[in-house]
């Protein structure tokens, strides 16, 4: 994700938090607003959120869980404030340092496929 597209997504907020007075505000919300965005980097955001929201969940901490999956909490720090743009094996390390797989959902069925 460039950094223009971070700070798109930085104006977006910043806007709705300080003149519509919103300071909790769903994603789901949020990314109505952004129109400078690809569907893929929309994709990665929510993503990269889940993540960061399931570590949180899971009452581990950022070092917590850089030691587990061998990188360092600085590089999961960026990648949870969006100023490093996760290659696929790193959110398949950080996803399995969470007990979580990837796996692929239909969009028509949305089931997960099975090989």
């Known amino acids: 994700m460039s950094d223009k597209t971070i700070d798109n997504i930085s104006r977006v ?12 505000m769903k994603w789901a919300d949020i990314k ?12 990665l955001i929510e993503l990269t959120a889940l993540l960061t929201n399931l570590r949180k969940n899971k009452n581990i901490t950022q070092a917590e869980l850089a030691a587990k999956v061998n990188v360092t909490q600085a590089q999961i720090a960026r990648v949870e404030n969006y100023s490093y743009i996760p290659t696929l094996k790193t ?3 950080i996803a399995r340092g969470l007990d979580l797989k990837l796996a692929f959902v239909d969009k028509s069925t949305n089931e997960v496929v099975k090989s």
């Open 91 to 93: 959110i398949t390390k």
């Open 13 to 24: 907020i910043y806007y709705r938090i300080i003149k519509e007075g919103m300071i909790f």
């Open 32 to 43: 109505q607003d952004i129109n400078s965005i690809s569907q893929e980097e929309k994709d």
